[in-house]
């Protein structure tokens, strides 16, 4: 089963304006990551936000966590069309193999020109 | 620096054939793993290795083989291609940081099995 879920599966938005994806988790975690996926191409890092933070920014990325719902949000504000991509949570879980991530299906987003 | 590569891009099998994905990467990390991704199923883990000599199963390993010779190359194996193999794999290395783990992962090999 999915470690991560990310909500929703799909979002479709006008270029300006802001795009929220969220992660749910089933089990305890050292930290959760997220990355982008533009279509045929791999997975690019973006931002990494361990257990003991709330929250996190990268430029026009926003990242929450909050370990009592077992969630995080990405937040990408202004967005572009550039944004356009798969965005996908994945976990590290606490007391695992700190190598093994565990990604989820992904959002996929669309920014509109 | 190339980062992670991984060759072939594309490949067609006919069910039965075997072959092997190349995977290599030029910044000395430790971990290195293969995944593979399927519509609506996110990534998958394969296989992975913490360092050169071992490696070890991951979620989904049955119809694959890896080896880890040198810390530069991993090499996934399919001995007998299924059209269940038919998938997406990507290639990824990290190394463990203060922060975490962080991936950094080769552009993909669409495979297709007929």
């Known amino acids: 089963s999915q470690q991560g879920e990310e909500d929703p599966q799909a979002l479709s938005i006008q270029e300006g304006e802001n795009a929220t994806m969220n992660c749910s988790y089933k089990t305890s975690i050292n930290n959760l990551q997220w990355y982008r996926q533009n279509s045929g191409r791999g997975l690019v890092h973006l931002i990494l936000?361990?257990?003991?933070?709330r929250e996190k920014h990268s430029g026009r990325l926003r990242v929450t966590l909050d370990t009592s719902k077992k969630s995080s949000s990405l937040l990408i504000t202004a967005s572009r069309a550039a944004d356009t991509a798969s965005y996908f949570c994945a976990t590290d879980l606490s007391g695992g193999s700190n190598y093994k991530l565990t990604f989820g299906k992904g959002t996929l987003l669309t920014v509109n020109p | 620096n190339a980062g992670v590569t991984q060759t072939p891009k594309f490949q067609v099998l006919k069910t039965g054939q075997s072959m092997t994905l190349q995977c290599a990467q030029d910044?000395?990390?430790?971990?290195m793993s293969w995944y593979r991704q399927d519509p609506g199923m996110g990534l998958r883990l394969i296989h992975y290795s913490v360092g050169a000599g071992i490696t070890d199963q991951g979620e989904v390993p049955n119809g694959y083989n890896v080896s880890r010779s040198t810390t530069e190359d991993f090499p996934l194996r399919l001995l007998s291609a299924a059209p269940s193999q038919t998938s997406v794999y990507f290639c990824a290395s990290s190394y463990l940081g203060p922060g975490g783990n962080t991936i950094y992962f080769g552009e993909g090999s669409w495979l297709t099995v007929v």
């Open positions: 936000i361990r257990s003991n933070e």
């Open positions: 910044m000395n990390h430790e971990y």
